[in-house]
């Protein structure tokens, strides 16, 4: 049985960049991903917020990543059938770009290979099926090949996406709801604009990615296999008369996939020694692109905090500081996307007034869109 400083469990996005994170640290990092290969072929388009890309600079990252990410230069935000709009601008909020989109295959890889520079022992094809804590240490039990493995670590780090969690684990709101995503192509250029658009059923977003838009389409759950199954042109006809034609016509479509939609928060491992980050410790709604930058954060402040701490005190007495912080920007993130979904995704009309004045005001009053824009690009950091 191996020890390490640390041993994370899951080696995909968010767990990469704590192990890079850590690169130079002196710390002995140990990470178990269940993937034979750090490859995802998963459709997914995921927009990265400023706060985000400068992470992934820091970390040696995003020159590697950057000429497959297309920038966001406006934001457009309306609801369907109604008055009322905000548009963010880079220019306004004073940025070169509000985010770039990027693939989630192509982040993988690139914080992949990343990583495996990192100094870290990455452990491909390792499968962890336990994890456990005593007050002397963490404890990760794992398959790899045909072999079952034991490793422990003064601190096991959960990045593995929530889904190794038992389920009374984790306070979980079913939206009834799941995301359609492809790429579709319109008739005018994205010309770095990305679209937010709420409907009855819930928001649709389009993020520019390369010469098309990638699509985030939020269909009622009992609705997903027939929008699936639609041939291109009915897909696109729907796509037509929910989002309206302020890109022109939608002429084509790539192949759907669909995502369960929730949001579901991991509660205290209970033990210093067991913390989670990304996914592992929040699953959000993907509407106002919020997961992935708030599980870089996780992973970048975790970082500094084991940077500070002396080597012998890591897993040995609980990160509160960190802890603290993490919640406030956890609870800021799911709170508001929790709130656009409830408040935006229903056909009341008071509300559907309320809404349509809301967007006005807020683009009206240009502090409170720097506010806002500057909670979707850092976080709670920000206010
Ligand atoms: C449709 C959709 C759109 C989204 N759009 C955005 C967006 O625009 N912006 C944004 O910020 N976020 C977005 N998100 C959220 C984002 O995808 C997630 O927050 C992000 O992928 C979380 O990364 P992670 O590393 O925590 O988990 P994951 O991406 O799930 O990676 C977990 C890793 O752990 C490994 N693993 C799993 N189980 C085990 C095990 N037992 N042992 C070892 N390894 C294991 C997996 O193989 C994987 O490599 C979106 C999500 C969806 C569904």
């Known amino acids: 049985m191996e020890h390490v400083d640390i041993a994370l469990v899951g080696g995909g996005p968010v767990g990469a960049t704590l192990a890079c994170a850590l690169e130079g640290s002196g710390l002995s990092v140990a990470v178990l991903e269940a993937k034979e290969k750090l490859e995802a072929p998963d459709p997914r388009a995921l927009a990265l917020s400023e706060g985000c890309r400068l992470i992934l600079d820091r970390i040696g990252v995003w020159a590697a990543l950057a000429p497959r990410t297309a920038a966001i230069e406006t934001i457009h935000v309306s609801q369907r059938g109604g008055l009322g709009r905000v548009q963010l601008s880079a220019q306004e909020c004073g940025v070169a770009a509000l985010g770039h989109v990027a693939e989630y295959g192509d982040l993988y890889a690139a914080l992949g290979a990343r990583m495996l520079d990192s100094g870290a022992t990455v ?3 390792a499968r962890v ?3 456990g804590a005593t007050s002397g240490y963490g404890l990760v039990r794992y398959t790899r090949g045909d072999a079952e493995r034991l490793i422990t670590a003064s601190l096991v780090v959960l990045s593995e996406g929530g889904k190794a969690l038992p389920p009374a684990l984790r306070r979980d709101k079913e939206y ?3 995301a359609v995503v492809c790429t579709v192509r319109t008739q005018r250029p994205h010309n770095r604009r990305a679209y937010e658009r709420f409907t009855a ?7 520019p990615l390369h010469d098309d838009y990638a699509l ?10 027939t929008r699936l199954a639609l041939s291109e042109a009915e897909f696109l006809a729907q796509l037509q008369a929910a989002f309206g034609d302020r890109q022109g016509r939608f002429l084509a ?9 929730k949001l579901s928060l991991a509660q205290d491992s209970g033990s210093p020694r067991v913390l989670r980050i990304g996914n592992a410790a929040h699953v959000l709604h993907p509407v106002a692109g919020q997961g992935f930058n708030l599980g870089v954060r996780d992973a970048w402040k975790l970082a500094e ?5 002396p080597r012998e005190r890591i897993g040995a007495t609980p990160m509160q500081a960190f802890q603290r912080q993490r919640r406030m920007d956890i609870a800021g993130g799911s709170l508001m996307t929790d709130l656009l ?3 935006f995704s229903n056909a009341n009309p008071l509300l559907h007034h309320a809404r349509g004045a809301a967007l006005a005001a807020l683009d009206l009053l240009p502090p409170l869109k720097g506010l806002f824009a500057r909670k979707m690009m850092f976080g709670s950091q920000s206010w």
């Open 201 to 207: 059923d819930g928001p649709i977003a389009l993020l």
């Open 341 to 343: 979904v409830e408040g």
């Open 305 to 309: 905090a084991l940077l500070d701490l």
């Open 216 to 225: 985030v389409w939020t269909t009622p759950s009992a609705q997903v296999e």
């Open 123 to 125: 452990l491909t094809g």
């Open 176 to 178: 009834g709801q799941s």
């Open 129 to 131: 099926t336990e994890v």
């Open 253 to 261: 479509a790539g192949p759907r996939a669909a995502f369960p939609l």
